[in-house]
């Protein structure tokens, strides 16, 4: 090949690899171009990867690992013309079986930690001329740079993956927005909450978007631009934690990166956490207060009973019956006291949780048919579960004649109580929900419903027993209880109990 054709295919094939900046592209044609240059038979290029050497592309030709290691390795320090391999006898014995017989080697140095090597084969015994050899290290030479981009951008798109991957791998809400209130970017929760790709979001104002933030606290987040914050902000009854960092974005411009977290159920698990430990503790006190009391308590019944029976004037016996009647209020408010400090594990045995739940309705069935009320069954499919039945009956027994209260007292002409199973197979709960459309819960009954002697009804009519004592059965079963509601717009009590897997249950009949 004359000098000057040989440096047209160089400028071709340097051409060729700048047209795509894929590294398996620059390789490829690398190896191709070497073979063309040399007018030889096969090539092939191996990339030092650690210790060994890993082939990269290869044309007309399938060398091996160990081949490649153990010869073509040793060559990368300087050009190596090899013209009779049969010279060479321990490269003969490795190569001659690929049918070469003459080869040239050449390092290929791209970056400092990525030294590569190009063999190239002739099948026939062949010399490689001065011209040969210059002509391919000027190739070699102008390649490098298109091969040292391709390799750059390949790092970079790698870099770029990961770090978009990790970036939409968090579940908390990610947004940027610079100082024109533009979204510089964000995350697919992110634009999972505004139901919108991504796309759609990145590059526009926040206020042309205003109506699909739909968590309408990203607007108040955005507020806070530029400046570095952590609250927390309730909305659409979600607790987040919301936070923002400053940061410069490439371009100089100012821009703050602001992250929201819903801790709901932390929140919630806090609450029912901090709840059991007052209950415990104040469980400890009304135990030893009640059981102090119990004693005297049976005197005073005795005895008042004792001088019934002796006296004969009337006026003294319905005296002694008052006394006698307000001592035995004080021994059931004494037995509720005591119900609600019970230490005791619940007794477990494998039970229909619908069943249980028909049995309670059934003994308030009288008196709930009575006063008209509709009564709403909606039971999905559920596990039995491992529970004291008589303690969850006395929690769905307190929870329904809470209902039925709220529900009279509400003066609504219709009365309804809806209860919902279902079982969630994800968490391994069974789910009980009773709803009411009652006078509702306000913000502080909310916040006090579970609290011991919380009642917001007229004296001798509520303990404020009710609830804390099914909160303590439900912890002890290691289950979760909670209400929800507004006022005027009824209430509904949810209570999570787990199937559990200890052994398999029996068969029930
Ligand atoms: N379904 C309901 N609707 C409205 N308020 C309720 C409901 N259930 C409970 N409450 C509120 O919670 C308070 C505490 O209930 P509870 O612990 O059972 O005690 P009590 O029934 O003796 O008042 C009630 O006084 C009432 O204010
Ligand atoms: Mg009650």
């Known amino acids: 090949m004359e000098f000057n054709e040989r440096l047209l295919l160089i400028n071709s094939l340097v051409k060729e690899i700048n047209r795509d900046l894929s590294v398996d592209h620059a390789i490829r044609i690398l190896v191709e171009g070497g073979v063309k240059l040399l007018s030889a038979d096969a090539g092939a290029f191996a990339l030092v990867d650690g210790d060994a050497l890993r082939c990269m592309s290869q044309s007309n030709i399938e060398l091996d690992g160990e081949t490649l290691c153990s010869d073509l390795a040793r060559q990368i320090e300087s050009t190596t013309v090899v013209s009779d391999i049969r010279e060479h006898p321990g490269m003969f014995e490795k190569l001659s079986r690929f049918r070469v017989k003459s080869f040239v080697c050449t390092p290929v140095n791209i970056m400092s930690d990525r ?35 391709s390799f750059l951008f390949d790092l970079i798109s790698k870099s770029h993956k990961l770090w978009q991957e990790t970036f939409d791998a968090i ?11 533009r979204i510089v970017k964000c995350n697919i929760a992110f634009a999972k909450s505004c139901g919108l790709h991504p796309r759609k979001i990145i590059g526009k104002s926040c206020f042309d978007l205003q109506a699909k933030l ?119 408010i004494v037995e509720n006291l005591l119900t609600f400090s019970r230490q005791s594990p619940p007794e477990r045995s494998y039970i229909r949780i619908d069943e249980l739940i028909d049995s309670a309705i059934e003994l308030r069935s009288y008196w709930l048919r009575s006063n ?24 769905i027994m307190n929870i329904l004649v809470n209902a039925e209260y709220a529900v009279l007292n509400s003066g609504k002409e219709e009365r309804r109580i809806s209860l919902h199973t279902h079982y969630d197979k994800d968490r391994d709960m069974v789910v009980i929900r009773i709803s009411d459309n009652g006078m509702g819960l306000s913000e502080e009954t909310l916040s006090r419903i579970f609290d011991p002697f919380f009642t917001t009804k007229p004296v001798n009519q509520g303990s404020g027993l009710g609830l804390s ?40 009949d």
């Open 214 to 332: 739909s968590p309408k606290f990203c607007i108040e987040a955005l507020y806070k631009n530029r400046k570095a914050y952590t609250e927390e902000i309730t909305c659409d009854g979600k607790v987040f934690l919301v936070s923002g960092f400053h940061v410069t974005l490439p371009s100089g411009k100012n821009a703050t990166v602001h992250i929201l977290k819903d801790i709901t159920e932390m929140r919630r698990l806090k609450e029912q956490l901090y709840h059991a430990d007052k209950l415990t503790s104040l469980g400890l006190l009304v135990s030893g207060v009640a059981h102090e009391l119990n004693n005297p308590l049976t005197g005073i019944l005795g005895y008042s009973e004792l001088l019934m029976m002796k006296t004969e004037d009337e006026v003294l016996k319905k005296d002694l019956d008052k006394i006698y009647s307000a001592a035995e209020r004080c021994k059931k």
């Open 372 to 395: 008209g009320f509709q009564i709403i069954r909606d039971y999905h499919d559920l596990p039995i579960v491992s529970i004291d039945p008589q303690q969850i009956q006395q929690v």
């Open 171 to 181: 579940s908390d809400y990610v947004f940027v927005v610079d100082d024109d209130f």
């Open 115 to 149: 030294k590569g090597v190009l063999f190239l084969a002739s099948f026939e015994y062949r010399e490689f001329t001065e011209p040969d050899i210059n002509s391919l290290e000027i190739f070699i030479d102008a390649g490098v740079s298109a091969i040292k981009n």
């Open 469 to 508: 004592i099914s909160h303590g059965i439900v912890k002890e079963h290691n289950g979760n209880i909670w209400a929800e509601g507004a006022p005027g717009e009824g209430a509904t009590f949810t209570i999570e109990l787990p199937v559990g897997k200890d052994g398999p249950p029996p068969v029930l």
